[in-house]
């Protein structure tokens, strides 16, 4: 009976293997488990490789405005502030347009003019970031971005945001705009693909029942595909927070904790990338850099579950027969 029970199970394990499901299923799992094991080993070795600046201020790194790294000062938070400040600026100036964008090669354009001009937003992010930052510095900021800032100042410089003075080349301003400029191409081409993923049956439902061109966009498809839409944000978002050549080199490498998005500032991995080769052979200025680094991991992550979350919570509300 037990030999007969063993050459059961081996025919069985010989047929999974043989037509591969036991073999994928093995596989997939261990894909799933490397990238959440990733996740885990960078955010313990970051927590590891900061326990020097952890151990001598604790919470002050995080809520302090002071930076002298000779003088064993170190603060955060101007770089946690010039970080989120910049990434939802410029989520707020893409979203709209890459939202436009994807709306018209989607739904307007004739094919021809969809393929053209998607391949060329597609191929602004295959830009290298460093070239954004080089045309940002010497193209964009003088001639783009000065007079945008000279006019908000002008109208509205009573509002901290937009008081002090106007620099010619470095700003916050000018960092959010670039950032708008990178993340343009990941709002609009994702979202393109959800519209286009939106069954035609749809859209002559809602023009046969009466509605114009404008009412079955923004009535239907925009409703349809608006998880998607959050998906596209997320990447966008992502993206945004994690930039850092473009922005190191627009934004000024200015530490002072400042309101004003006219004058130039820092970001998280803007001072990383610009003060950890002279930080090498300084224990505690070295390790302070690597817990902003962990904060960096520590917003994204969390900006991510909330937004994933969103996303959730808004394709429980649309129907399952509306969902993209």
Request: charged content about 10%.
């Amino acid at each position: 009976m037990a030999v007969a029970t063993s050459q059961f199970t081996l025919k069985e394990i010989k047929h999974r293997l043989r037509h591969g499901d036991t073999i994928f299923d093995a596989l997939t799992l261990i894909a799933g488990s490397l990238a959440l094991l990733t996740v885990l080993a960078i955010g313990w070795q970051l927590w590891q490789e900061s326990h020097l600046t952890r151990q001598a201020f604790g919470w002050e790194l995080i809520f302090s405005a002071d930076w002298d790294p000779y003088g064993d000062k170190f603060g955060a938070l101007p770089f946690i502030y010039g970080t989120l400040q910049t990434s939802l600026l410029a989520l707020v100036i893409a979203l709209p347009l890459g939202l436009g964008i994807s709306i018209f090669l989607a739904e307007l354009a004739t094919p021809w003019l969809s393929r053209t001009l998607g391949f060329l937003v597609e191929l602004l992010a295959a830009v290298p970031s460093v070239i954004y930052g080089l045309w940002g510095v010497y193209v964009f900021a003088p001639t783009i971005v000065k007079p945008i800032g000279e006019t908000l100042n002008s109208i509205a410089g009573f509002i901290p945001l937009f008081a002090g003075s106007v620099s010619p080349q470095y700003s916050r301003l000018a960092a959010s705009l670039i950032l708008a400029v990178m993340i343009l191409p990941t709002i609009s081409a994702v979202s393109r693909d959800v519209f286009q993923a939106i069954p035609r049956a749809q859209r002559e439902a809602a023009l046969a029942l009466g509605a114009t061109h404008w009412e079955m966009i923004w009535q239907v498809l925009i409703p349809y595909g608006l998880s998607g839409i959050l998906g596209a944000v997320i990447l966008g978002l992502g993206r945004a927070l994690g930039e850092t050549m473009a922005v190191t080199m627009v934004i000024g490498n200015n530490y002072n904790l400042t309101a004003s998005i006219l004058e130039p500032g820092s970001t998280m991995s803007a001072i990383i990338a610009s003060q950890f080769g002279e930080a090498s052979s300084i224990d505690l200025f070295r390790s302070a850099l690597i817990e902003i680094g962990l904060i960096l991991f520590f917003i994204t992550l969390v900006l991510n579950l909330f937004a994933r979350l969103l996303v959730w919570r808004v394709a429980r509300r649309v129907p399952s027969e509306m969902r993209v």
